[in-house]
Nanobody, 124 residues
């Protein structure tokens, strides 16, 4: 069973940076995609970026392109999300997730394994 643990959240001011980590274990061959989602209070969970662990292919949502970078270290079973030029609307709980059958890597219902989340707060 896949287990994911996020870390690295915190509080920063507008324009600041944070690096989130997602450590995973219990990986199986059917888990190909890892995605980062965030959920702001009162809003639905939205996908931000996803990575194909096998070939490294990464897809970003338009609203984070140029500011967020995902990279992964398969030897350490960890995926990182570097977030720069943060804005207050980026505040929320950030989750990493995976699943065995992902058809849309930004659709939360496709994922069945989630971490506990890490809080990010960006103040103006």
């Amino acid at each position: 069973q896949v287990h994911l643990v996020e870390s690295g959240g915190g509080s920063v001011q507008t324009g600041g940076s944070l690096r989130l980590s997602c450590a995973f274990s219990g990986w199986s061959a059917s888990n190909i995609w890892i995605s980062w989602f965030r959920q702001a209070p009162g809003k639905e969970r939205e996908g931000i970026v996803c990575v194909n662990i096998r070939d490294g292919g990464t897809t970003y949502r338009d609203f984070v392109k140029g500011r967020f970078t995902l990279f992964h270290d398969n030897a350490k079973n960890t995926v990182f999300l570097q977030m720069n030029s943060l804005k207050p609307e980026a505040s929320g709980v950030y989750y990493c997730a995976t699943g065995a059958q992902i058809y849309n890597c930004f659709r939360s219902s496709d994922f069945n394994a989630w971490g506990q989340g890490t809080q990010v707060t960006v103040s103006s």
